[in-house]
């Protein structure tokens, strides 16, 4: 099954247009100009699957950080962030996110579902996406923000006490990134709800119940999946209970 065309309903959760604003469609096309080690061209992706369990949720947050992992390298080899603390800020967050696949990869040990290699970008978008420093700082926004919210999201799913702490670990992490690219932007330090990728009618509402406070909105496993899906990142099929 291909995660794109089994994720078309839940596409309805999820504003493709405000993706488009912010310029993240094609993000995994940028990945492939500068990941030597992800597969470059492969005549049949790997499926990767993810289950609604420890190991299933896990393993998506690992791909979520090598996604990031591999977009702050291309972002700074693109020429367009010139300002020294731009590149500052991009190599620091950069050598993070390649912590947190280190981090997620020995934590999960036999358990990790894919490799870095088994990972097939699509490259549809790519010179979109490297066209400007406004659409590279407004994609790593995207991320950041869509990396809270998953962890956060998956904390109350997740049952094994090692994952929980890994996954508290970095969701931290990737709150202060938030705020570090949403600076460098120009924009709200904290994401104002018009930004969120999950508008409030599709929130989940048990995981929710302090919507209207200052607040990270919690998105569920599978609205996590439909995002990344949405924007075309990868090849590989996607499939298991997670996405289902």
Known sequence: ?????????????????????????GVGTMLLATAPKMVMAQTRAK????????????????????????????????????????????????????????????????????QTRDLSLNTGALNALLTSRDKILNTAVTL????????????????????????GSIVSVEGR???????????????PDRDRLVQDANLTANLNPFKGRAYDEL????QVVAAVSSFKLLNNPITGTLVA
Do not use: C
């Open 144 to 167: 950041e923000d869509l990396g809270v919210h998953a962890y956060n999201g998956a904390g109350p799913s997740l049952t094994n006490p090692t994952y929980i702490l890994a996954a």
């Open 1 to 25: 099954m291909n995660l794109l065309t089994s994720l078309d309903l839940d596409r309805a959760i999820f504003s493709r247009r405000r993706a488009l604003k912010w310029g993240m469609v």
């Open 219 to 222: 998105y569920t496993p599978k």
């Open 47 to 114: 499926t990767l699957t993810f289950n609604a369990d420890d190991i299933g949720i896990l393993n998506f947050a690992l791909l979520l950080e090598e996604l990031e992992a591999a977009f702050y390298p291309a972002a700074l080899k693109s020429g367009k962030i010139t300002n020294p603390k731009e590149r500052d800020y991009f190599s620091m967050i950069g050598s993070h996110e390649a912590s947190h696949v280190t981090f997620l990869r020995q934590v999960l040990g036999s358990n990790a579902l894919f």
């Open 177 to 191: 990134h938030s705020a570090a690219v949403r600076q460098l932007a120009g924009r709200p330090s904290t994401e």
